[in-house]
């Protein structure tokens, strides 16, 4: 089965903030983090049901090498992204995302 990916607006933002902090370290390194965000959503793509559940129905996925989360729903044969956040954000954030964006 392919599933269709859906990113929500916000998490544009999430991404850009993060995309930011990285750049202001070390020139480059928002580039990479960025790479490792579409690698990720790759992932998800390919075994949507292989990553855990903060609490059904969202699930979350781990960026590799940076403390970072994508948390998404299964909703048919679409994958929607409701957030990206950094890994010692609370799981509250998320389950506040998913009322706004509903």
């Known amino acids: 089965m392919v599933f269709n990916i859906i990113v929500k607006p916000i998490v ?3 991404i850009d903030e993060a995309i930011d902090y990285y750049e202001k370290k070390l020139k480059g390194l928002g580039y990479r ?3 490792s965000v579409l ?3 790759d992932e998800i793509q390919s075994a949507p049901f292989s990553f855990s559940y903060i609490k059904k129905p969202i699930r979350r996925h781990l960026i590799k090498n940076y403390p970072y989360r994508i948390y998404y729903i299964i909703s048919k044969e679409q994958i ?8 010692k954000r609370s799981n509250a954030f998320v389950k506040r995302r998913l009322n706004v964006i509903k």
């Open 12 to 14: 544009f933002l999430d």
């Open 39 to 41: 690698h990720s959503l």
């Open 33 to 35: 983090f960025y790479q």
């Open 80 to 87: 929607i992204i409701i957030g990206v956040s950094h890994a």
